[in-house]
């Protein structure tokens, strides 16, 4: 039997995660994909696009995938200054916090 832990709850206030460049291309294609295979269930359309994925990759090297790669890193580096900017955040909330713990003493 698997132990369930409790899940973390997630600070609303947190940055978004990056999205992965297969991601984009997924968000790109999936629309037409679903379109050309109207009997298809989500499961069978998400097979097609992970094959176009790596069809696109294997055939064109970077260059089929490059668009993006480049959106990816676009959104990977607005992620890493959000999040120094929550960090210095929470840094700052926790320091203001601990000031107050020590005026109550």
Known sequence: ?????????????????????????????????????P?????????????????TKGKKGKNGTKKFDDMAAKDKARYEEEKAAYDAMIEKRNMESEQENVEQF
């Open 39 to 55: 009997e298809s269930p989500v499961t069978e359309i998400s097979k097609i696009l992970g094959e176009m994925w790596t069809v």
């Open 1 to 37: 039997e698997k132990n369930k832990g409790k899940k973390t709850k997630k600070d609303p206030e947190a940055p978004k995660r990056p999205m992965s460049a297969y991601m984009y291309f997924t968000m790109e294609k999936r629309e037409s994909v679903a379109k050309n295979n």
